[in-house]
């Protein structure tokens, strides 16, 4: 792609400025160890799902 000096000095910067966007929200990434393997499924009865019909 032909790109003017200005076109690249602009890409350059968003592009700097999206890499220190990611390694800021590196920073306040923890990731957190699942010792329970269980799996949890909040289930709604299907009557309650059910609309009244009158």
Do not use: F, G, W
């Amino acid at each position: 792609i032909n790109e003017t000096p200005a076109q690249k000095a602009a890409k350059r910067r968003r592009l700097n400025e999206e890499a220190e966007d990611v390694e800021e929200l590196k920073q306040h990434l923890e990731i957190m160890p699942d010792e329970d393997d269980d799996v949890y499924i909040e289930a709604i009865s299907l009557p309650r799902k059910v609309p009244d019909i009158c």
